[in-house]
């Protein structure tokens, strides 16, 4: 059902879109540059196109929109379950100062923890650190994290990426805690799973359990 309606999200964005990124099966980055003289005011544009799956599809959408696609990640997350959030160019920085470093993509648990451990809870402050200073506290990566920190981005895309991972998941239609009943529902997905790789003759390194409550909140732990 996941790839179904992945692959209809797809069929419609492409109407409408010059270029896609398919970040996982279901998340895409849309590039809209250039299509102002196209559509007009592009706020709208985005709110009608979203109005127009969630009919078609039967689905609820969340929405970034943002000049860089660290922005849109974070102001879509914002979004859920279903909404448009857009930052005015310019404005990035501001948006993220109060959010908590958590926010930022590639901030882990170990990472967070370490931040934390320093007094680093916000973005703003994750900003204002030297980043000679980060560098020391987190290398390389920390350099990374210190530009999304201030707003910046990456703003390339790539149409055809090679696939880096696979997934299966379940949704309920009733909240659960039932724990007999999740672990076999985790078993049978590991079981798809673990057919899948043997059939594409793929090797894993690393599995990820995802947990998603009901208010969206998620919980994700990796081995």
Known sequence: AYKFYSQAVLKILKKYIPIIEQASIDEFYLDLTGCKNLYGDLFNFTW?????????????????????????????????????????????????SQLSVSHIQGIGKQTLKTLNERGIKTIN????????DISKLLGKWGIALHLKANGNGNTNFIENRNRK??????????????KKQ?????????????FQLRKEKWQAK????????????????QI
């Open 182 to 194: 999740l672990i076999t529902i985790l078993g049978i997905l590991s079981e798809k799973l673990g």
């Open 48 to 96: 009608k196109l979203k109005k127009h799956l969630e009919a078609t599809l039967k689905l609820p959408l969340s929405i970034g929109m943002a000049t860089n696609k660290h922005i849109a990640k974070v102001a879509s997350t914002l979004a859920k379950p279903s909404s448009l959030l857009a930052v005015i160019p310019g404005q990035e920085k501001t948006f993220l």
């Open 125 to 132: 402050q994750l900003a204002a650190i030297p980043i000679e």
């Open 206 to 221: 690393c599995i990820c359990i995802k947990l998603r409550y009901s208010d969206f909140k998620t919980q994700t732990t």
């Open 165 to 178: 991972s696979i997934s299966a998941e379940r949704t309920f239609a009733n909240d659960t805690c039932d």
